[in-house]
């Protein structure tokens, strides 16, 4: 999952393609700066939008942020949906899921490290919505786990999924210098254990 793959559910036309071009390139200001440190000017000359224009898109700084992450959730949802639906055994289900995180936390870093690292900025509304996607997306990877660990607790297998997720992240938060095949494989392997490994007294 890219950047653009992320933005090309905006339907088309020329303010589409400027919407594109300023989440765009919001994503990497503040990947680079941090949320506080970026104004919708800088926003708006490095999308090529001058002026006030770009207040014709969006009313401000908070709500380019909420656009881009409500698609990065939405995707990384309709991903999941459609893995369910399209594969039949559970653990298949499972690696499906861990692949499509893998490919967003390492295919489109920008966008995920603004995702995981800003959230917190948006206003109190937008975040609390966007926690109850989040939640509904925890959900699936908890039910196809219970499936494969009907053992477990639902404590234990919520513990598993954040554990694994958490595994995939981690990857924002150095260079590891590995080619992203490398480290995609890596990586899921990493996710796929923490689902997996067994527990000792």
Do not use: C
Request: net charge negative.
């Amino acid at each position: 999952m890219t950047l653009a793959t992320e933005l090309d559910d905006v339907s088309g036309g020329r303010g589409a393609d400027r919407k594109r071009r300023i989440l765009s390139v919001a994503a990497e200001l503040v990947a680079a700066r941090g949320y506080h440190d970026v104004g919708m000017s800088e926003i708006g000359a490095a999308a090529g939008v001058t002026g006030s224009a770009i207040y014709r898109h969006f009313d401000g700084k908070s709500a380019v942020l909420t656009a881009l992450f409500d698609r990065v959730i939405d995707n990384l949802t309709r991903e999941a949906s459609e893995i369910i639906e399209t594969t039949t055994e559970p653990i298949d289900i499972l690696r499906g899921l861990i692949a499509s995180q893998v490919s967003f936390a390492i295919g489109d870093r920008t966008l995920a490290q603004v995702y995981f690292t800003e959230i917190h900025n948006l206003p109190d509304d937008d975040r609390h919505r966007l926690r109850r996607k989040q939640r509904l997306y925890i959900e699936e990877w908890v039910h196809v786990l219970g499936v494969l660990r009907p053992d477990d607790n639902d404590g234990v297998l919520r513990a598993r999924v954040h554990a694994a997720i958490g595994a995939i992240q981690s990857v924002l938060n150095y260079q590891s210098g590995l080619p992203p095949e490398e480290l995609g494989a890596l990586t899921a392997s990493m996710a796929e254990a923490a689902l997996y490994v067994t527990l000792t007294s």
